[in-house]
């Protein structure tokens, strides 16, 4: 088993460390305020995700239980639908099996 620990330990440069599969980018981006947007091009070496922040190194680490998504489900499917982002409600519908 993956020691996600171990894992988020060993990452030097990141915009954003979604652990475990109870974490989907629809949980992180929507209700756990984790950053949409990224930096590309090896930039996440200088900095993190693009928020008020911009201008300061930060990593956005999330993680979440089949418990907690559960719980937010209901939000998250509300604003991937609103926002017309299928992609982002069929992360947490598959994985609750909903």
Do not use: Y
């Not at 988020?8 to 989907?24: C, D, F």
């Not at 993190?48 to 998504?69: C, H, W």
């Amino acid at each position: 088993m993956l020691d996600e620990d171990a894992v988020l330990g060993s990452i030097q440069h990141a915009g954003e460390v979604l652990l475990g599969q109870w974490t989907p980018v629809s949980a992180a981006n929507f209700l756990i305020g984790c950053p949409a947007s990224l930096p590309t091009s090896g930039f996440a070496k200088v900095s993190g995700g693009v928020t008020v922040d911009a201008f300061r190194k930060r990593t956005a680490v999330a993680r979440a239980d089949r418990r907690s998504l559960t719980r937010m489900s209901g939000s998250i499917l509300e604003l991937a639908g609103h926002e017309g982002f299928p992609a982002h409600e069929a992360a947490v519908r598959i994985r609750l099996e909903l």
